[in-house]
């Protein structure tokens, strides 16, 4: 199979994120919240990226706030997988009254802007890594669970899984040996998607201040940091905005050639 | 009763609905996390007692249910009670904010709604061909791109390099309309980008699911030339997604006001919600949150509304 | 003389551009050089299989190529012009107006949106041939010819309000109202119950004679077609097989395929004598949930053990519904169901192991009865391992044996169902009903996807596989010809009730009830004249009207 080019350079651009996520601790220059320079620097030998608003490596910065906000949006993007393609699975597979409750559970809190709910929350919540991971997860399992429920009751009506039913197979075996297989495709594109927008969730709720907080590092408390350097021309809020459209479309050029491959599956079927 | 008449109805009516289970969620929800108010106000090291005095004076010691509806008995007589903070009141505080939020939301709303149409329309016309590439390529990579990113990039532009309009959106009363207009030039221009994108490619997606239906062949067939088939043939059939799609994205709009207006610090609702949440002012919260979420939910209905009205099959039942 | 000609195609080729996944585009051609010739006035037949290229052939005859589908070379000569390279503007003024299509999805093919009258009249109008009063005038003496209830005011209605069988003849009514030299009917009756067919057939035919049109009639089914066609063109993958008219063709084949097509549903099957019954379905009733009437009333049958029980009817006569009533899928009512001596629970999960392994089911999409990702073998393996606990070499050597009982080798057990053909994955379906040694097999609709030969080709194996393993076949179709193929005893459903039912030679032997009537006359028949006949004759309208 060949890979087209534009999911390649997505590919490269993903792996190389994660491995500075990884080994940020080495790779860095300079540690993350000791001045060593000027005010806002322009970018040099010694500071490649320049300085920030109090004098801090904006590499070094950015490098250990790729490590944060990956970490949170992955672990919120997990949390809101497995939470979401499990109750959807089980809808759709259960249906009745089961499916009914959750899915207008669901309605419901689709009902208000994810945003919304997440300000209301963080109103009376703490504001620590837990609890942001809790509530970008959770709001956003919601979308998972439509999308899973929605490929599985795609899969479930259909005649063979009728026909696995009339065989006499358990529910592990329908669920596990006919509707996975077919639903894995778009569910892993599905988390790609999720991820990019954990990504910009956090990224939004640190730079209203109601996200990661100091001494921790992440790209949209860095934007915040630096806005103010931008009406004098200093740049250094940009890098850090620069970095999660990086991540965002390296991510969704992966996702979406995913997608394109399972619908190209799909129209192959049937010769 | 008319089938339609009877669905609008029963539309509406689950509207209503969902609004009253938000307002619940959005209270009694609230409640039930861990954190209190009174212990918000005074901070970490308040006695006891004066906790407990607080929580009186606040009527945080009656049950939940009961100050539920009080609350919401309050909301319907447009009295939104006071911000814990300063002892404002809420509604006069949000009247002026709401005004200036709805006319930030309006005035995008009026450039990109067209806009959007009419580069679905372009899009779906050349669907494949250069300047479709162009279009979804550029929406694209609008889309990777929070509010607050694509707001400082169109910030450090237009209002630090060129210095064509200021960096910052400063209303004041009694401030003459093209001068508030200047004002909120950039905000507006980055709620434009923001919502276009997807406004536009679900409008793209929408009439190429139309064009691509049999009777759109039949009309070709019957040698029906372009502008007609689109006109006579594609349009009463798009109309109604296009429609629901334009409602989806302005409710899109509202959430994205909210990060917009802090960037340009601009003084109304998304701004008050956001300062209010880091102060931890429940009440404030709690009264903006289900402004917001109340439109989101009638932009919604809207929507549906829409779609039910122009569908044949529902206005002329058999 | 080519004068007289109204259209003539020459060397006609037909090419398209194919996707196959994970693979760089390519070229196909889907008709290789096919020359065809019309006169005025006349009638010309285009049949085949899917793939045959019948209906790309016909749409070229308006310059057009549905879907990418490019005229890559050749001359299409109408009303003495080129066509196939005429520009744009040339091809919208002959469309719909020199030349008009009828589709086999009339209501696919109108505008939900806006009322009949006005796309009937559109081309009329448009090309400026008439004013809108003659061309309502027009439009509503053709509905009154075409039969349609209430001529003068059905132009008012929206599509979705008018049944399928009219929405037909009002598309016929379109495409006849700008009064052009020709019509192309593109399957327009397939989508239809077969009583609803022959009157729309009917109401085509005398359409045609009245107007004096000339048209291209394209099918699959050589007994509709040879009602309706002075000529007849056989197709077969993009190339023609035999040119003639249609009492040559239908009488005196020369080619072999066409001697194929016309011997179709021509299976002979020795009624067996009554036996004790492996399956009794007494006095059943059934609904479905949230709904307020039976679908199922008062079903009482009984199929002997290695016999096949025939259940015909038309759409919506619950004859689907009876196969899930008997597989607990949709637990009746009341009634009881008894199987090889048993009652059988009313639900499928109270079932044993036995009573589910017994009674297999087949289905009318083979596509979709596979789980796409699984093999051939994994998927003829699944029962041997469920029931039978075989495994490893054994449960290969039985799926092998099964391959070979279905007449496929041993290749096949590695494939994937994409990449089968129609009649292989119906075959495959067969063995996997098969391989739980089953005493029952439910047949649903098993033929009806298929071509003809094709379909020929499964009945035959079907009946084969019951001689050699004695297993009942719950047989449910819509297609009387399958019925006299295939069963021993039949029962007629109506409306959710058994309207007939009995051994075949009484099913099928006069007097019959008006609807069997109706149904057995429907049946189209490979001779000339057969459907004048028929309609002069019938008891009963149709069930679609």
Sequence with gaps: ???????????????????????????????????????????????????????????????????????????????????GTFLGFTAAVSGGWLDQALSRSVDLMMAIPSLIVALVLLSVLPLNLTVLVLVIGILDSTRVFRLSRAVAADIAVMEYVEAAKLRGEKGNWIIFKEILPNALSPLVAEFGLRFIFAVLFISTLSFLGLGIQPPLADWGGMVKENRDGLIYGKTAAMLPAAAIAALAISVNLVADWILTRTSSLKGGRGG | MHPIVKLLVQRIALGLLLLLAVSAVIFLGVEALPGDTAQAILGQSATPQALENLRAQLGLSDPPLTRYFNWLGGILTGDLGKALTNGADIAASIKPRLANTLFLAGCAAVIAVPLAILLGLVAARYAGKWPDKVISGITLSTISLPEFVVGYIVMYIFGVKMGWFSPTAMTFPGMSFWDRLHAVALPVIVLVLVVLAHMMRMTRAAILNVMQSAYIETAELKGVTPMNIIWKHALPNAIAPVVAVVMLNLAYLVVGVVVVEVVFSYNALGQYLVDHVTKRDLPVVQAVGLIFAGVYILLNMLADVIGIIANPRLRHPK | MADDLLLNIKGLVIEATAYPPGEPPKDITLVHGVDLALKRGKVLGLIGESGAGKSTIGLSAMSYGRGGVRLAAGSIMLNGR????????????????????????????????????????????????????????????????????????????????????????????????????????????????????????????????????????????????????????????????????????????????????????????????????????????????????????????????????????????????????????????????????????????????????????????????????????????????????????????????????????????????????????????????????????????????????????????????????????????????????????????????????????????????????????????????????????????????
């Design chain 3, 82 to 545: 080129e066509i196939r390279t005429a520009a744009p503007t040339d091809l919208r003024h002959l469309r719909g107006r020199e030349v008009t299509y009828v589709s086999q999805s009339a209501a696919a093919s109108f505008n939900p949106a806006k009322r009949l009258m006005e796309q009937v009249i559109e081309t009329s109008i448009g090309h400026g041939l008439m004013t809108k009063a003659e061309a309502e005038a027009r439009a509503v003496t053709l509905f009154r010819k075409l039969g349609l209830p209430n001529p003068e005011t059905i132009g008012s209605r929206y599509p979705h309000q008018v049944s399928g069988g009219q929405l037909q003849r009002v598309m016929t009514a379109m495409a006849l109202c700008p009064k052009p030299d020709l019509v192309i009917f593109d399957e327009p009756t397939t989508a239809l119950d077969v009583t609803t067919q022959i009157d729309v057939l009917a109401a085509i035919k005398e359409a045609i004679r009245d107007t004096q049109v000339a048209a291209l009639y394209i099918t699959h089914d050589l007994a509709v077609v040879a009602q309706v066609s002075d000529e007849i063109m056989v197709l077969r993958q993009g190339r023609m097989v035999e040119l003639g008219t249609t009492d040559q063709i239908i009488n005196a084949p020369r080619e072999d395929y066409t001697k194929a097509l016309v011997a179709v549903r021509s299976i002979e099957h020795e009624e067996k004598p009554e036996a004790p019954a492996v399956l009794s379905i007494q006095n059943v009733t059934a609904r479905y949930r949230g709904t307020n009437f039976d679908v199922l009333k008062n079903i009482t049958l009984d199929l002997p053990a290695g016999q096949t029980l025939a259940v015909v009817g038309e759409s919506g006569s619950g004859k689907s519904t009876l196969a899930r009533a008997i597989t607990g899928l949709l637990p009746p009512r009341s009634g009881r169901i008894s199987f090889a001596g048993r009652t059988l629970s009313n639900e499928t999960k109270a079932r044993s192991m036995d009573d589910l392994r017994e009674i297999q089911m087949i289905y009318q999409m083979a596509d979709t009865a596979m789980n796409p990702r699984q093999t051939v073998g994994d998927i003829i393996g699944r029962p041997l391992e469920l029931y039978f606990g075989l495994k490893g070499a054994e449960k290969q050597r039985r799926v092998q044996e099964l391959l070979d009982q279905i007449e496929m080798g041993a290749g096949f057990a590695r494939r994937y169902p994409a990449e089968l053909s129609g009649g292989q994955k119906q075959r495959v379906c067969i063995a996997r009903a098969l391989a739980a040694k089953p005493k029952l097999i439910i047949c649903d609709e098993v033929t009806s996807a298929l071509d003809p030969l094709v379909a020929d080709g499964i009945l035959k194996l079907l009946l084969n596989l019951q001689a050699e393993s004695q297993v009942a076949y719950l047989f449910i179709t819509h297609d009387l010809a399958t019925v006299r193929a295939i069963s021993d005893k039949i029962a007629v459903m109506y409306k959710g009730a058994v309207v007939r039912y009995g051994q075949k030679s009484d099913v099928l032997a006069p007097p019959f009830d008006d609807y069997t009537d109706l149904l057995l006359s429907s049946v189209p028949e490979m001779r000339l004249g057969w459907l004048e006949e028929v309609i002069s004759t019938r008891k009963m309208a149709s069930a679609g009207n």
């Design chain 1, 1 to 83: 199979m060949r890979i087209p080019l534009s999911a390649l350079i997505g590919m490269i651009f993903t792996g190389g994120f994660i491995f500075v996520a990884i080994f940020a601790h080495w790779i860095a220059p300079y540690p993350i919240n000791d001045p060593v320079g000027g005010v806002w620097e322009a970018p040099s030998a010694q500071f490649w990226l320049g300085t920030d608003t109090i004098g801090r490596d904006i590499l070094s910065r950015l490098i250990y706030g790729a490590q944060v906000t990956i970490f949170v949006a992955l672990a919120a993007s997990i949390l809101s997988f497995a939470l």
